[in-house]
């Protein structure tokens, strides 16, 4: 199983710290990681569900999603580690014994959101959260210098002052489930959920919900607990900030859309954490419109950006209709295919350079012509510019705010989209053209075009939409709305 797998990786990248040793174990790793991911995706949706282990492990649609984004990102990041990271040591950036404990945590932190979107438990998908924090945090402050250190303290700290709070509405969820399923793993399987969910005690749910959705929501970004983000981005190497940004996040929210399933079928109807999700998304989409126009450092440009696009899936998710639930699943996957390769392309130009300011990087088209061609790309699609996928999805999103009645907040949705495409547009032009400092040397392979993949599949859902993947984000959809 994958989740063995990502352990026995984890583990075995410790016995030696040779550079062919590693990229050997990595590659092996990778393709039993993605044969048995893609395996268990296949079965899922071709059987609507699919459980292992007598059902301790349990997959959905929604979790088919999920682990499709994890393995796919964590394949795409790795691979571009090999380079990457070597680079780093020929720098003297780190020491070579120091790359097997990269790689260590790297799997660390992969295994365990694998667990996240594996399991049936709601208890266990917050142990599964809460061991990201741990593994991540060493990634965030892998440099050890004094920037990291304190990056990695901001965030280990302000993700488990979150983590506690919905800590504290699993354990109320569990005081009100309990006298229906027993004190027992059971009060908290959202399989079994679903069938007492009218009976609940309102009082106790509400409360619950309300905790767990701020307490995921510090972890996925929301506005005003997002603090964290843009330090821990800009600060951990650009292969770990494509991981955080592209799927730790992602599986943060995973877990509001658990409750939120769940909150839909109990008395509380769909409305009560509906509204919250929208009011979260909207003012973590306004409060960084002016984060991207003012921001000096190209990392946390992107990490405000992830906030952005966190508030948007919150928006669609929020609504609760057919239409915006499906184009809010589709912009996940789109939004983790986009940022990973922002990052990484990024992550890659500021080895280069040497800098993170935007106002120090420049002549990017004149020095490395292929490395522009990504970044134009790259913005294009985390404008949700057409004929990119993300304009698909945000559209439908936006359409489905003028269905649902409300015209005021899809006005200003579009209002706060616009000026964040005009800032990202400023920022780019700034570092695309201009007079190259003359410090760098120019010149690069044109291998380094095979990191469009990610964004060529982005350009590719934008025209068009197999039919394969509108049947699982249907079923995705069926999932979030009406339970298991």
């Given at each position: 199983m994958f989740i063995g797998v990502a352990i026995i990786a984890a583990v075995g990248m410790l016995i030696s710290a040779k550079d062919t040793y590693l990229k050997?174990?990595?590659?092996?790793?990778?393709?039993?990681?993605?044969?048995?991911?893609?395996?268990?995706?296949?079965?899922?949706?071709?059987?609507?569900?699919?459980?292992?282990?007598?059902?301790i492990l349990y997959w959905d649609a929604l979790s088919a999603l999920l682990l499709a984004v994890i393995i796919i990102i964590a394949v795409y990041v790795i691979l571009f580690s090999f380079?990457?990271?070597e680079e780093e040591v020929h720098e003297k950036k780190l020491s070579r014994t120091r790359l097997k404990w990269y790689?260590?945590?790297?799997?660390?932190?992969?295994?365990?959101?694998l667990l996240?979107?594996?399991?049936?438990?709601?208890g266990i998908i917050w142990v599964g959260i809460e061991g990201t924090t741990l593994a991540t945090t060493l990634l965030v402050g892998f440099y050890r210098n004094k920037q990291a250190v304190e990056a990695a303290w901001k965030y280990?700290?302000?993700?488990?002052?979150?983590?506690?709070?919905?800590?504290?509405?699993?354990?109320?969820?569990?005081?009100?489930?309990?006298?229906?399923l027993g004190q027992s793993l059971g009060a908290l399987d959202w399989r079994m959920l679903p069938k007492v969910a009218s009976q609940l005690e309102p009082s106790l749910v509400r409360l619950g919900v309300l905790f767990a959705v701020v307490g995921y929501g510090a972890k996925v970004g929301f506005a005003p607990m997002h603090a964290w983000l843009p330090d821990a981005h800009s600060q951990a190497p650009s292969p770990v900030?494509?991981?955080?940004?592209?799927?730790?996040?992602?599986?943060?929210?995973?877990?509001?859309?658990?409750?939120?399933?769940?909150?839909?079928?109990?008395?509380?109807?769909?409305?009560f954490v509906g509204t919250i999700l929208m009011s979260f998304g909207f003012l973590s989409l306004a409060l960084m419109v002016g984060f991207i126009l003012l921001q000096k450092d190209i990392k946390r440009l992107l990490a405000y950006s992830s906030v952005e696009h966190m508030g948007i899936l919150a928006i669609g998710f929020g609504l609760g209709t057919k239409e915006a639930v499906w184009g809010a699943s589709l912009h996940l996957l789109l939004h983790g295919l986009t940022k990973a390769n922002l990052f990484v392309i990024i992550g890659s130009l500021v080895q280069k350079t040497g800098t993170r300011q935007i106002s120090r990087i420049r002549g990017v088209f004149k020095m490395w012509p292929y490395t522009g061609i990504i970044m134009v790309f790259g913005l294009l699609s985390i404008t949700g510019t057409p004929?990119?996928?993300t304009f698909r999805s945000e559209l439908i999103i936006l359409l489905g705010l003028y269905q649902a009645g409300h015209p005021l907040l899809g006005f200003l949705t579009i209002l706060c989209l616009t000026v964040?495409?005009?800032?990202?547009?400023?920022?780019?032009?700034?570092?695309?053209?201009?007079?190259?400092?003359?410090?760098?040397?120019?010149?690069?392979?044109?291998?380094?075009?095979?990191?469009?993949?990610?964004l060529l599949v982005v350009l590719f859902l934008g025209l068009f939409i197999p039919q394969s993947l509108n049947q699982a984000l249907n079923q995705v959809v069926k999932v979030i709305l009406g339970g298991v």
């Amino acid at each position: 199983m994958f989740i063995g797998v990502a352990i026995i990786a984890a583990v075995g990248m410790l016995i030696s710290a040779k550079d062919t040793y590693l990229k050997l174990l990595n590659s092996v790793a990778l393709v039993l990681l993605t044969l048995s991911g893609g395996w268990t995706i296949r079965q899922t949706l071709l059987q609507g569900s699919y459980e292992s282990w007598s059902g301790i492990l349990y997959w959905d649609a929604l979790s088919a999603l999920l682990l499709a984004v994890i393995i796919i990102i964590a394949v795409y990041v790795i691979l571009f580690s090999f380079g990457y990271m070597e680079e780093e040591v020929h720098e003297k950036k780190l020491s070579r014994t120091r790359l097997k404990w990269y790689y260590f945590w790297i799997w660390t932190f992969i295994a365990t959101m694998l667990l996240v979107v594996s399991t049936p438990n709601l208890g266990i998908i917050w142990v599964g959260i809460e061991g990201t924090t741990l593994a991540t945090t060493l990634l965030v402050g892998f440099y050890r210098n004094k920037q990291a250190v304190e990056a990695a303290w901001k965030y280990v700290i302000l993700c488990t002052v979150g983590i506690s709070f919905a800590l504290l509405g699993t354990m109320l969820l569990f005081a009100a489930a309990a006298p229906l399923l027993g004190q027992s793993l059971g009060a908290l399987d959202w399989r079994m959920l679903p069938k007492v969910a009218s009976q609940l005690e309102p009082s106790l749910v509400r409360l619950g919900v309300l905790f767990a959705v701020v307490g995921y929501g510090a972890k996925v970004g929301f506005a005003p607990m997002h603090a964290w983000l843009p330090d821990a981005h800009s600060q951990a190497p650009s292969p770990v900030s494509a991981l955080l940004s592209a799927v730790l996040l992602n599986c943060a929210l995973y877990a509001i859309l658990r409750w939120y399933s769940l909150a839909r079928l109990t008395t509380l109807g769909p409305h009560f954490v509906g509204t919250i999700l929208m009011s979260f998304g909207f003012l973590s989409l306004a409060l960084m419109v002016g984060f991207i126009l003012l921001q000096k450092d190209i990392k946390r440009l992107l990490a405000y950006s992830s906030v952005e696009h966190m508030g948007i899936l919150a928006i669609g998710f929020g609504l609760g209709t057919k239409e915006a639930v499906w184009g809010a699943s589709l912009h996940l996957l789109l939004h983790g295919l986009t940022k990973a390769n922002l990052f990484v392309i990024i992550g890659s130009l500021v080895q280069k350079t040497g800098t993170r300011q935007i106002s120090r990087i420049r002549g990017v088209f004149k020095m490395w012509p292929y490395t522009g061609i990504i970044m134009v790309f790259g913005l294009l699609s985390i404008t949700g510019t057409p004929p990119f996928g993300t304009f698909r999805s945000e559209l439908i999103i936006l359409l489905g705010l003028y269905q649902a009645g409300h015209p005021l907040l899809g006005f200003l949705t579009i209002l706060c989209l616009t000026v964040i495409f005009a800032g990202f547009l400023y920022h780019f032009l700034q570092m695309l053209y201009g007079k190259p400092s003359g410090r760098h040397q120019p010149g690069e392979s044109v291998s380094t075009l095979i990191l469009t993949i990610p964004l060529l599949v982005v350009l590719f859902l934008g025209l068009f939409i197999p039919q394969s993947l509108n049947q699982a984000l249907n079923q995705v959809v069926k999932v979030i709305l009406g339970g298991v």
